[in-house]
């Protein structure tokens, strides 16, 4: 996954963070943090953010 990639991975579960509770709005939160600081994710972060965009972007929405 590309730096460009993860980015715009979060910029669209923004929309969905207000669906998200406990660990996983947690886990959001710290990889917007990192996004912001132009940060690359590790690979279980990575992991994590494919994971969180399967669970709240609807299939119907998704690329």
């Known amino acids: 996954m590309t730096k460009n990639e993860q980015h715009k991975l979060i910029e669209i579960l923004r929309d969905y963070a207000h669906k998200m ?19 690359d994710l590790d690979q279980i972060s990575r992991l994590r953010l494919s994971e969180l965009y399967v669970k709240f972007v609807p ?3 998704r690329r």
Not at 22 to 29: I, S
Request: aromatic share 4%; glycine share 4%; proline share 0%.
């Open 21 to 39: 509770h406990g660990r996983d709005l947690d886990d959001f939160e710290m990889m917007r943090k990192r996004d912001r600081d132009d940060e």
């Open 59 to 61: 299939e119907r929405l």
